[in-house]
């Protein structure tokens, strides 16, 4: 099963941006994966990572490529060709996925009991309703909530004082908040019980749509709401939406949903307007955006429209008749004429973010050669590693972007390095080349932790990890990358 997730993933993600590939199949895959009983946090990972191996394996399959190859062209070298990289990168791609195939299995830990479904089941949300007059009086026993599926009643808020109901006898008063935490889809079935009034309908009922959509969001590294409560991040009227429920990985929160201080990989219940998902999914605050029991998307008349579309696209950029931008810009047109897509999912597609990245590495480079930067931190590691010569300099430069592309984004730790990288090449009198890729594919390949790319902090939260978990299956797999790259590039461009 692995494999076949794993192995189209890494195929189609060397053609386009992996992260809208990971935004689909996720959702998905959690799905599947909970109908036929297995823990999703054995799939998403492998998904992510699959994904991330695919941009390895053309210029296109990630920003990060990008940058390298235009970094090379302002230095006066020749920029990568399309599928130059293919030669490194598709090995340790195929590689990659076999370990994958074999390793998550047995390292990823299960994070949801199959055998049993009881207070520890994986992904626990935080609820809150109110009491309604006609439950006043009530015992918990009595009102039925003692005893729910997949949810338990954690704690009562009567004014300033909060109950912890211990036994069956605990008396409900109207006006009550009760603070449930459980699963996803039962939490949400407590606003059918009887007597029971989420805290947040008044605030949905403000909404103005003829219907709402109970969507799963995933607070993303970039996220406004990152440090940040709900309340002051005035949630409600920046996004005209509420959040019913807060799932944080490996963590129980006892606290308000408006009291929550929001962290990278949070996964929000939130209840919005039927549009609501298409004017914040190409936003940079949230990684993830699923519509809950939504059916999969079924393929449209205009799929193998689309197919023909990018093929050509890909064509006309590997023959070198038009420059990739030229290509990519001329498929984005096809789509818009086309009706695939509208002007409006263009500009929402755009990732300022990336464009931004990508202006500021020319500036950043050239900063750091013309103040000596470069020249400096190169003839430190020459001195550091000139004992073991240059296989020991190129061994110094991919462990140096393996452990700053953990600490900021990929795009960044190649804009950082690769100036270091150049000189470094210069001074030893080596191929800057082989020294170019091995920047490339290191920085491209963020394994160790959630918040290293966007797409391992997709599955963080619907997979049920905890941050340890990437170290698992991370640590395998950039081992293999760092060895390749010291094994493969001296050959395929000797040093």
């Known amino acids: 099963m692995l494999l076949r997730l794993t192995g189209p993933t890494l195929a189609a993600s060397s053609f386009m941006n992996n992260t809208p590939i990971v935004a689909m199949l996720a959702p998905q895959i959690e799905r599947m994966a909970r109908n036929r009983g297995w823990s999703p946090s054995k799939f998403l990972m492998p998904l992510s990572f699959a994904a991330i191996l695919g941009g390895i394996v053309t210029l296109m399959g990630t920003a990060t490529n990008i940058v390298v190859s235009g970094l090379l062209q302002a230095d006066g070298f020749e920029p990568l060709g399309f599928f130059e990289i293919t030669k490194i990168g598709l ?9 994958l195939v074999l390793l998550a299995p047995r390292l990823l830990p299960d994070r949801r009991s199959v055998s049993e479904i009881d207070d520890e089941e994986y992904r626990r949300y935080n609820i809150t309703m109110r009491v309604l007059p006609e439950l006043d009086g009530s015992t918990v026993s009595g009102a039925g909530l003692r005893h729910l599926s997949g949810v338990f009643l954690a704690q009562i808020e009567r004014s300033d004082e909060l109950i912890t109901p211990v036994g069956h006898d605990t008396v409900l008063r109207a ?6 935490v459980g699963r996803v889809n039962e939490v949400l079935d407590l606003d059918s019980m009887p007597g029971l009034v989420s805290t947040e309908d008044s605030h949905v009922a403000r909404l103005n749509a003829r219907y709402v959509t109970h969507y799963e969001a995933v607070v993303g590294t970039s996220s406004s709401l990152v440090g940040r409560t709900l309340r002051d991040a005035g949630f409600r009227g920046h996004y005209q939406a509420v959040v019913a429920a807060i799932h944080r990985a490996g963590q129980r929160i006892d606290a308000k949903l408006g009291d929550v201080v929001l962290q990278p990989g949070d996964t929000l219940v939130v209840i919005g307007d039927r549009d609501w998902s298409v004017r914040w999914r190409e936003r940079s605050d949230f990684a993830l ?5 939504a059916a999969p998307p079924v393929p449209g008349r205009r799929a193998w429209l689309t197919v023909l579309i990018v093929v050509v696209m890909i064509g006309l950029a590997v023959t070198g008749i038009v420059p990739l931008v ?18 409006s999912d263009v500009r929402a597609a755009i ?9 500021a590495a020319f500036g950043v480079a050239a900063g750091m050669q013309a103040s000596g930067l470069a020249d400096m931190t190169a003839k430190g590691v020459i001195g550091a590693l000139g004992g073991l010569g240059g296989i020991g300099a190129l061994a110094g430069v991919i462990i140096a972007t393996v452990i700053l592309k953990e600490l900021v984004t990929n795009n960044a730790a190649a804009l950082m390095i690769l100036p270091l990288a150049l000189a470094t090449a210069a001074e030893l009198g080596l191929n800057p ?15 160790l932790t959630p918040i290293g790319y966007q797409t391992n902090l997709m599955v963080y939260g619907p997979g049920g990890y905890r941050f340890t978990d990437y170290l698992r299956l991370g640590i395998p797999l950039t081992v293999i990358v760092v060895v390749m790259l010291l094994i493969g590039l001296p050959i395929l461009w000797p040093l």
């Open 433 to 447: 080349r082989t020294f170019a890729l091995g920047v490339a594919v290191a920085a491209a390949t963020p394994f």
């Open 289 to 293: 955006i699923a519509t809950l029991d």
């Open 351 to 359: 990732d300022f973010d990336v464009i931004i990245t990508i202006a």
């Open 91 to 99: 090995p340790i791609a195929v590689v990659g996925v076999g370990a």
């Open 326 to 343: 030229t290509a990519a810009l001329l498929g984005a047109a096809a789509f818009v004429v086309t009706r695939t897509i509208t002007p």
């Open 175 to 180: 006006g009550d908040v009760l603070r449930f």
